[in-house]
């Protein structure tokens, strides 16, 4: 089994739901008392949240790197970065590292692409809907469509993250105001919603919805599993 590196505490409620999957996925693989091998370097979120406000992804970029390399040099054979906003910072993640990144764009990418899904709504922090580096990706890389809400919808679900998810709070009033704007995205003809932030399935559960969720904190964490045991 290789060991899985994880960057974690963006914010360290998503981390619980990396570990979880990630145990589960190697228990349910290999029986027993297995779980997964892993090295976690949980950074202090509000060193992040101030910088990110503040659009210094510079200092980001070097604060993320070098957590990566200790990470690295603590063993891990791979790395996950967890959360979906931080990957703004993956290339320079990456070119500090000499083991393998997986991308969380990139994995749920290749599941959309699996499921024959080619246009989706897109939720996340402000910088995930609305900057290049994750949609561009998608579009440019697996030629998926990206719808995002419009700005007043974006900045309520900017704002539910940080204010309530980020700090573990779930309230029924933002629950339904996300499943108002997937309702929206859905009208627009999304196929799919990506759950483009570590926390919102925290809040949006497929139960909630009748159009197919992709949690991007599983579908990463259960990719890893696959690659720390052997496949792809």
């Known amino acids: 089994m290789q060991t899985i590196g994880l960057l974690g505490g963006m914010s360290w409620e998503s981390t619980l739901s990396y570990y979880k999957v990630l145990n589960e996925g190697v228990k349910a693989q290999l029986g027993g008392f297995h779980s997964a091998k892993v090295i976690i370097n949980s950074v202090d979120f509000a060193d992040i949240e101030r910088l990110q406000h503040q659009g210094d992804w510079d200092e980001l970029a070097a604060m993320l790197a070098q957590a990566a390399c200790a990470v690295e040099a603590a063993g891990a054979d791979f790395l996950l970065i967890g959360t979906n906003t931080m990957h703004k910072v993956a290339p320079q993640v990456e070119a500090a590292i000499s083991i393998p990144l997986l991308h969380i764009a990139d994995e749920t990418a290749r599941q959309l692409v699996a499921d024959g899904v080619s246009r989706v709504g897109l939720l996340g922090t402000a910088f995930t809907m609305e900057q290049d ?49 997937i309702a929206d995205l859905q009208r627009q003809g999304a196929k799919a919603i990506i759950l483009g932030c570590t926390e919102i399935a925290l809040l949006v559960e497929p139960e909630h919805t009748d159009i197919r969720l992709y949690d991007t904190t599983a579908i990463h964490a259960e990719a890893a599993v696959r690659i720390a045991l052997g496949g792809r």
């Open 133 to 181: 580096f994750y949609k561009g990706r998608l579009t440019e890389k697996f030629g998926i469509e990206v719808l995002i809400p419009d700005a007043d919808q974006r900045a309520d679900i900017h704002r539910i993250i940080y204010d309530e998810l980020c700090q573990g709070q779930i309230h029924p009033a933002s629950r339904t105001r996300y499943l108002d704007i």
